[in-house]
């Protein structure tokens, strides 16, 4: 499903975090959404996701817009947040089982959707055990599983591979695609890590100073006129990136 933004503004206080900022995703899309700390990235996703207001600006989902179809479009869609949001002191499948529920899944159904889910994410072997004893790759691998249990059209990928070990990470990016290929899900992933960015998505955007700066598909970027290296450098170029906090 598509997403389109228009003109969204977001402020904390007198803090202009998103200032009339406008991005299309095409449906099926696996978009990188780049950015330095503070960006507004996380901010976004949650305006997406019903968790905070925006200020003003229009945004449509499949050509529906997201202030008169909360109810449907909370239930085509699902954010993965950098945070872990699940019950450490319950076994993966009672998480599993929990969140399910809250989607109104049961008996076979919810069973079905559980069992899918845990063999996209390769639980079977730890699904007995709480979630707190989990590595931190399993830990982000739940966090996935819970999202996906609505069969999301749309999944939000907040930084899904901070502070993970490398084969963890491996794992978790060829599960995205996967998910994308495979269900076409659109996806929107943002992450600090330009190479995964570069490896896994089709297109890409940066939000800088409260705005997009930049939007292009992957192959526009190879051919590129200003002749970008790789996909770090146009980043540093373009955010002329310094320290910040
Ligand atoms: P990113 O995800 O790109 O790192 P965020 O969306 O988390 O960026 O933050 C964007 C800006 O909004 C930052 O300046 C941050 O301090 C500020 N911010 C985020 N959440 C809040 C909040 N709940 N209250 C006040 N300021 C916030």
Redesign the pocket.
Request: proline content about 5%.
């Given at each position: 499903m598509s997403i389109v933004i228009k003109n969204l503004c977001k402020s904390?206080?007198k803090?202009l975090?998103l200032d009339n900022l406008n991005l299309e995703v095409k449906e099926g899309t696996l978009f990188g959404l780049l950015?330095?700390?503070?960006?507004?990235?996380?901010?976004?996703l949650?305006i997406l996701n019903f968790l905070?207001p925006k200020d003003s600006g229009t945004i449509e989902i499949a050509g529906k817009s997201l202030d008169t179809n909360q109810k449907e479009i909370k239930s085509i869609c699902s954010i993965v947040p950098q945070s872990y949001a699940f019950y450490p002191k319950l076994t993966a499948y009672e998480n599993l089982e929990f969140f399910a529920s809250l989607y109104g899944l049961k008996n076979e159904a919810l069973k079905k959707r559980i069992n899918y889910c845990v063999e996209v994410c390769s639980l079977e072997k730890y699904i007995n055990k709480q979630a707190h004893s989990f590595s931190g790759g399993l830990k982000r691998r739940l966090n996935i599983a819970i999202g996906l249990l609505n069969k999301p059209k749309i999944l939000y990928l907040?930084e899904p591979t901070v502070g993970i070990d490398p084969q963890s990470r491996k794992y978790i990016l060829e599960v995205i695609k996967e998910i994308n290929k495979k269900e076409k899900t659109t996806i929107i992933y943002?992450s600090h890590y330009m190479e995964e960015v570069e490896y896994l998505c089709d297109e890409i955007a940066i939000?800088d100073n409260s705005k997009i700066i930049f939007q292009e598909n992957k192959e526009q970027i190879k051919n590129s006129e200003f002749g970008y290296k790789n996909l770090e450098e146009m980043f540093l170029s373009l955010t002329k990136q310094d320290l910040r906090d």
């Open positions: 904390y206080k803090n975090v950015g330095p700390n503070g960006a507004g990235k996380t901010t976004l949650s905070i907040d943002t939000l």
